[in-house]
Each structure stands twice: as structure tokens, then as C-alpha cells.
């Protein structure tokens, strides 16, 4: 077999499917100078790695093309040529089943937002009238002290819970 037809033989994948992926960035072979020659890699790398996002129709597209697959290693060549994993088809499915159409759309990431309770705003405020109430006891009680020690060094008496009972 000549060069060209060698060549031509090993690019063109296996089964007749072409992948979705771009080819590895191990260095491409340059047609003009011979196919023993390896350009070096691109060096330039992205600066944060783009994740993968699919759409909900395109979800549903694979499940059912995958459905359909009913010979050996069609499956496979499916999911080398979408380039999928089988955990892929294996949540989709499970999110489909769950009746959850939009959880077959890409999801926010990160943590996510506890619902917010009724009752908080009520216990927010209700904790600073309780610190406001202790602030005006506390002052309360240190003007009767001030009462009592001003009338024992005058000499006067109070009357208390008891006295005024006994009088009536």
C-alpha cells in the first residue's frame, strides 16, 4: 500500500463515525512535510476549563437514539461518536423518569439558597424587644436602688408591698 492510501486509511475512524470532539492537542501531523513530522503542541491554555453544557433537547435526542440501539456495540459507537459517558445516559434517563424535564437542563452550580422560613422576621424581632425590655429593666431596677439608698440616708420610709397590706 502506497503512502497516500496509508494515510488516508488511518484518518478515517473506525466504523465510519466521525467524533464531536476536536482531535487530542498531542500535536498534529502536517500533510506538507511528511507524515513522520510532529508540530509541537499548542501551548496556549484556556484559563479556566470550559464545562460541558447540554441542552435538554439534545438530552432527549441521544435517550431516544439510544433506545434504538438494538445490535452489539451500537450503543458504544453512539456514545464514542457523541463523545458521552454511559453515567451520562444513566442520569438522563433517571431524570426523565423522575418527570423532571428541567432537571434535564444544565444546573446551577454551587450551594444553594435554604428557603426562608416565615417565622425569622417574627424571632428577629421579637429578640430585639427582648433585649430592649432587659435594657429598660436593668435601668429600673437601678433607679429603685438609688430610691432605697436616698431614703435610708434621709431617714425616710418606704412603704412596701407588706405595709400597705397590713393598713387596709
Not at 494515510?7 to 500535536?27: C, H, I, V
Request: aromatic share 2%; charged share 35%.
Amino acid at each position: 500500500m502506497d503512502d497516500q492510501g496509508r494515510r488516508q486509511q488511518l484518518s478515517t475512524p473506525l466504523g465510519g463515525f466521525e467524533r464531536s470532539e476536536k482531535p487530542p492537542s498531542g500535536g498534529e501531523r502536517s500533510a506538507e512535510a511528511g507524515a513522520e513530522q510532529v508540530l509541537l503542541p499548542n501551548p496556549e491554555v484556556p484559563e479556566k476549563p470550559n464545562r460541558r453544557r447540554y441542552k435538554a433537547e439534545y438530552k432527549l435526542r441521544i435517550l431516544k437514539a439510544a433506545e434504538k440501539c438494538t445490535k452489539h456495540g451500537e450503543l458504544g459507537a453512539l456514545l464514542r461518536r457523541e463523545g458521552l459517558y454511559s453515567s451520562h445516559l444513566n442520569t438522563w434517563k433517571k431524570q426523565r423518569e423522575e418527570g423532571t424535564l428541567q432537571g434535564l437542563a444544565p444546573k446551577k452550580r454551587g450551594r444553594k439558597a435554604k428557603p426562608k422560613n416565615p417565622l425569622d422576621d417574627e424571632v428577629q424581632r421579637l429578640r430585639r424587644e427582648n433585649v430592649r425590655l432587659k435594657l429598660r429593666l436593668q435601668q429600673a431596677e437601678t433607679i429603685i436602688d438609688v430610691q432605697k439608698k436616698l431614703s435610708q440616708m434621709l431617714g425616710i420610709p418606704l412603704k412596701t408591698l407588706d405595709m400597705t397590706e397590713n393598713e387596709e
